[in-house]
C-alpha cells in the first residue's frame, strides 16, 4: 500500500508534536515548500527556557506565553532561506486546530494550502474561517473531514516509526 501523502505529512507533522518543549499544548507543524520539509512544535524561541521547566512556587506549571508550532514553523523557514513568499505556494500540516489569528500570520507568511486538525470549533468559528480563507484565496482542509480513519492511520503508522527506529516509550 502507498502512503497517501496527507497522511504522511500528518505522520510528520505529529512526530513534530512529541519534540514540543510547552507544558500545556504539544502540537506539531510541517511546511513543505517545493517538497522541502521544515518543521515546528510548540515552544518558546531558541535560547529561551522552556516553559516545561519553569514551575511556580506551588510547583505548578505557569500559563505560558510560548508560540504555536505554525508560527514556529515559519520561523525556521525564514531563518534558513528565503521567504515562504517568495515561492510558488507552501502546504503547511497541523496537528492543532485553524483560528483566524493562525491564517492571519500564515496568509502573512505566503501558506497556500493548509491542512489541520478540527477540534472544538463552533460553527461560527469555522464560517469565519472559511470566509477568510476564501477570500485570502487558501486552499483550507479539514483532515478528519476526509477520512474517517484518520486517527487510527497516523497512530498505526506512528507505532510502525518507533517499531522501526526501535524507539522506548
Ligand atoms: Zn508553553
Not at 515559519?74 to 510558488?88: E, L, M
Not at 480563507?133 to 482542509?141: D, H, T
Amino acid at each position: 500500500m502507498r502512503l497517501q501523502k496527507h497522511d504522511l505529512y500528518m505522520t510528520f507533522a505529529k512526530l513534530a508534536s512529541m519534540r514540543s518543549t510547552c507544558a500545556n499544548h504539544s502540537e506539531g507543524a510541517i511546511l513543505l515548500i517545493d517538497n522541502i520539509m521544515f518543521m515546528g512544535y510548540t515552544g518558546n524561541l531558541p535560547k529561551q527556557k522552556h516553559c516545561k521547566d519553569i514551575l511556580n512556587e506551588s510547583g505548578k506549571r505557569q500559563p505560558c506565553n510560548c508560540n504555536s508550532a505554525e508560527l514556529n514553523v515559519i520561523f525556521q523557514v525564514t531563518k534558513s532561506r528565503q521567504p515562504v513568499s517568495a515561492h510558488n505556494g507552501a502546504t503547511l500540516y497541523t496537528t492543532d486546530t485553524i483560528t483566524i489569528d493562525k491564517l492571519n500570520q500564515l496568509v502573512s507568511a505566503g501558506v497556500t494550502e493548509i491542512v489541520y486538525k478540527k477540534e472544538n470549533q463552533s460553527e461560527e468559528e469555522l464560517r469565519d474561517i472559511l470566509e477568510f480563507a476564501k477570500y485570502n484565496e487558501i486552499s483550507l482542509l479539514c483532515y478528519e473531514d476526509e477520512t474517517e480513519i484518520i486517527d487510527s492511520n497516523v497512530n498505526e503508522m506512528l507505532l510502525e516509526v518507533h517499531n522501526l527506529l526501535n524507539i522506548n516509550k
